[in-house]
């Protein structure tokens, strides 16, 4: 089955697309993985500061 013209265009025109498409999405992932890292350090400052009260609150209750 040959191809006219105009579906070959057509055919080059969504494979651009779909190429955009996937560089965006690429884009969008290296961002959330960003966001993600920012989360996991705010959450082990969180813990870090939490047991170091944990651990001041302790020492305080020591005769």
């Known amino acids: 089955m ?3 013209r105009d ?3 057509r055919i080059d025109q969504l494979l651009e697309q ?3 498409t996937t560089e965006d ?3 969008l992932a290296k961002h959330a993985m960003d966001r993600a890292r920012a ?3 705010a959450a082990e400052t969180t813990v870090e500061k939490l047991q ?3 651990v001041a609150r302790q020492a ?3 005769p």
């Open 52 to 54: 170091a009260e944990r």
């Open 60 to 62: 305080e209750k020591k």
């Open 25 to 27: 999405l690429h884009e």
């Open 39 to 41: 989360a996991c350090r």
């Open 18 to 20: 779909l190429r955009l």
């Open 2 to 4: 040959a191809l006219t």
């Open 7 to 9: 579906e070959c265009a």
